[in-house]
């Protein structure tokens, strides 16, 4: 098994998702890498250093640079991985700089090698894995395999909303299968509240049976157009807006921040004259195109924001279906819906700041693909909710 540095981080939060990853990727990209040329053998895996800059040879400096507000463990581990690496190629590394937007720091790595091997060693033995619940589901292609190893135990960790705490207080009152869930709903209803137990109940059902249960009516949906916003967070920068209408995708684009405020009043002028519902998912949308108005000093009708539709919302009010998560990405994928790209949320920070760096129009055709996607995977996802309703 081919392990690289940047696989550190899915290996401290969810090792499954790293095996997963691991055994589908193709190798060649890594090698492809300029920087991916020092590697070592180790617990019978082989271990390849990536970095981002080659500060210095002699001495050697090198720098991993990242996206996020804070300095984590896990890029003390990644930092001792690289260094691990490239010592064990008689290569004497002066130091490591961890860099982002916010902070760069010089890492003092050494400590953090035998934690590291501890890690690596674990996973590079061990052939199954205990599967829990992290922040990366929601994003994860490979949660609906966690998905149905859980469901084949009736495990309640996967129940959506379903917070660990809960379960342990459902798991103290011996609820702790999906079936117990249905049976023991008085119960339930006694600690959650009427509305929390239905709604428990429903995702129950939905799991056991393996399909969607619409609980809710539907309130009466409006042809409309599609938007989904794509920010580079270290800046504040929204740096693009897609639109689909009628099967058309238009992406409002700001190549530089001075920029920002013609696409943003461009994006606005476009739904303003539409006067169609504006269908998005989650509450991302409203809250920039808010901030932006205060940024830029642009006044908003009060009934702007009126046609705006929240589909995440549509579907966490009405509907339970047999998922870890209630993602964009998780809906469409389990209604059939594939993206082009192996983007997402947090990989497309990485990507775009990969382009200010670089120029690469490869680079923003592809985050143009994935926006493109998004949105039409809203629109996918509306129109199943809809049949499912019927």
Same mark, same amino acid.
């Given at each position: 098994?081919?392990?690289?540095?940047?696989d550190?981080?899915?290996?401290?939060?969810?090792?499954q998702?790293?095996?997963?990853?691991?055994k589908?990727?193709?190798f060649?990209n890594?090698?492809?890498?300029q920087?991916?040329?020092?590697?070592?053998?180790?617990?019978?895996?082989?271990?390849?250093?990536?970095f981002?800059?080659?500060?210095?040879?002699?001495?050697?400096v090198?720098?991993?640079?990242?996206?996020?507000?804070?300095?984590s463990?896990?890029?003390m581990?990644?930092?001792?991985?690289?260094?691990?690496?490239?010592?064990?190629?008689?290569?004497k590394?002066?130091?490591?700089?961890?860099?982002?937007?916010?902070?760069?720091?010089?890492?003092?790595?050494?400590?953090y090698?035998?934690?590291?091997?501890?890690?690596i060693?674990?996973?590079?033995?061990?052939?199954?894995?205990?599967?829990?619940?992290?922040?990366?589901?929601?994003?994860?292609?490979?949660?609906?395999?966690?998905?149905?190893?859980?469901?084949?135990?009736e495990? /309640?960790?996967? !129940?959506?909303?379903?917070?660990?705490?809960? =379960? &342990?207080?459902? @798991?103290s009152?011996?609820?702790?299968? $999906?079936k117990?869930?249905?049976?023991?709903?008085?119960?339930?209803?006694?600690?959650?509240g009427?509305?929390?137990?239905?709604?428990?109940?429903?995702?129950?059902?939905?799991?056991?049976?393996?399909?969607?249960?619409?609980?809710?009516? /539907?309130?009466k !949906?409006?042809?409309?157009?599609?938007?989904? =916003? &794509?920010?580079? @967070?270290?800046?504040?920068?929204?740096? $693009?807006?897609?639109?689909l209408?009628?099967?058309?995708?238009?992406?409002?684009?700001a190549?530089?921040?001075v920029?920002?405020?013609?696409?943003?009043?461009?994006?606005?002028?476009?739904?303003?004259?539409?006067?169609?519902?504006v269908?998005?998912f989650?509450?991302?949308?409203?809250i920039?195109?808010?901030?932006?108005?205060?940024?830029?000093?642009?006044?908003?009708?009060?009934?702007?924001?009126?046609?705006?539709?929240?589909?995440?919302?549509?579907?966490?009010?009405?509907?339970?279906?047999p998922?870890?998560s209630?993602?964009?990405?998780n809906?469409?994928r389990?209604?059939?819906f594939?993206?082009?790209?192996?983007?997402n949320?947090?990989?497309?920070?990485?990507s775009?700041?990969?382009?200010l760096?670089?120029?690469?129009?490869?680079?923003?055709?592809?985050?143009?693909?994935?926006?493109?996607?998004?949105?039409?995977?809203?629109?996918?996802?509306?129109?199943?909710?809809?049949?499912?309703?019927?």
């Amino acid at each position: 098994m081919i392990i690289s540095s940047k696989d550190v981080k899915t290996i401290y939060f969810c090792p499954q998702k790293a095996r997963f990853e691991i055994k589908n990727r193709n190798f060649k990209n890594l090698k492809d890498n300029q920087h991916s040329i020092f590697l070592t053998d180790a617990f019978g895996c082989t271990l390849i250093a990536e970095f981002d800059e080659l500060v210095s040879e002699t001495p050697l400096v090198i720098k991993i640079k990242k996206t996020g507000k804070r300095l984590s463990e896990y890029h003390m581990l990644e930092s001792a991985f690289v260094g691990y690496v490239l010592e064990s190629n008689e290569r004497k590394v002066e130091s490591i700089i961890v860099e982002s937007p916010y902070f760069s720091v010089s890492i003092n790595w050494r400590p953090y090698v035998t934690k590291l091997l501890s890690l690596i060693s674990s996973f590079c033995e061990m052939d199954e894995f205990h599967i829990s619940k992290t922040h990366l589901c929601r994003t994860c292609q490979f949660s609906s395999e966690c998905f149905k190893e859980i469901v084949g135990m009736e495990n /309640l960790t996967f !129940l959506y909303g379903v917070k660990s705490k809960t =379960i &342990e207080k459902l @798991t103290s009152y011996g609820i702790n299968t $999906l079936k117990d869930v249905i049976k023991m709903n008085n119960i339930i209803e006694e600690i959650l509240g009427k509305e929390k137990s239905k709604r428990l109940v429903f995702q129950a059902k939905s799991i056991l049976e393996n399909k969607p249960i619409v609980f809710k009516e /539907l309130p009466k !949906l409006l042809p409309g157009i599609y938007l989904d =916003i &794509e920010s580079y @967070t270290p800046i504040n920068f929204d740096y $693009l807006f897609g639109i689909l209408d009628d099967n058309t995708y238009i992406p409002f684009l700001a190549l530089d921040p001075v920029y920002e405020k013609d696409a943003f009043k461009q994006a606005l002028e476009y739904i303003s004259k539409s006067k169609k519902a504006v269908y998005h998912f989650h509450n991302y949308e409203v809250i920039r195109f808010k901030k932006l108005s205060r940024k830029y000093g642009i006044n908003l009708s009060k009934t702007f924001f009126s046609n705006f539709v929240d589909v995440y919302k549509l579907y966490s009010d009405h509907v339970a279906l047999p998922i870890p998560s209630y993602s964009l990405k998780n809906i469409a994928r389990f209604f059939g819906f594939n993206w082009r790209t192996a983007l997402n949320g947090q990989i497309v920070v990485g990507s775009y700041a990969e382009y200010l760096a670089t120029g690469d129009k490869r680079i923003l055709d592809e985050i143009l693909i994935y926006n493109e996607d998004d949105v039409r995977a809203t629109e996918f996802i509306l129109k199943k909710l809809i049949d499912i309703s019927n």
